[in-house]
């Protein structure tokens, strides 16, 4: 059974920083992709940040860029988001997606989320 739990979130002072954690099992993970992605009220669900299955190739959504960090340890089978300089619109609440093949097709693993929340 694939589980995805994430770890980290909290309230922060703007300017603040935090670290995601996303441990998962059940899959092999240092052969696929991993992807942190947030979803604020009203808003829809957005990318946050993406690594390749051996960490080379990263990539940010425009608005967390030079702030957050995306790496992985696939000894450990655990994904990180390094969150500096947080400002107030980064509050949302924060889930690792995962993925294999299998069988002829993809799927899609969700973490249950964890909250951050950035305020003075």
């Known amino acids: 059974q694939v589980q995805l739990v994430e770890s980290g979130g909290g309230l922060v002072q703007p300017g603040g920083s935090l670290r995601l954690s996303c441990a998962a099992s059940?899959?092999?993970?240092?052969?696929?992709?991993m992807s942190w992605y947030r979803q604020a009220p009203g808003k829809e669900r957005e990318l946050v940040a993406h690594?390749?299955?051996?960490?080379?190739?990263?990539n940010y959504a425009d608005s967390v860029k030079g702030r957050f960090t995306i790496s992985r340890d696939n000894a450990r089978n655990t994904v990180y988001l390094q969150m500096n300089s947080l400002k107030p619109e980064d509050t949302a609440v924060y889930y690792c997606?995962?993925?294999?093949?299998?069988?002829?097709?993809?799927?899609?693993?969700w973490g249950q989320g964890t909250q951050v929340t950035v305020s003075s």
């Open positions: 059940g899959f092999t993970f240092s052969n696929y992709p």
């Open positions: 997606r995962g993925r294999d093949y299998r069988d002829g097709r993809w799927y899609d693993y």
């Open positions: 690594i390749v299955a051996a960490g080379g190739n990263i």
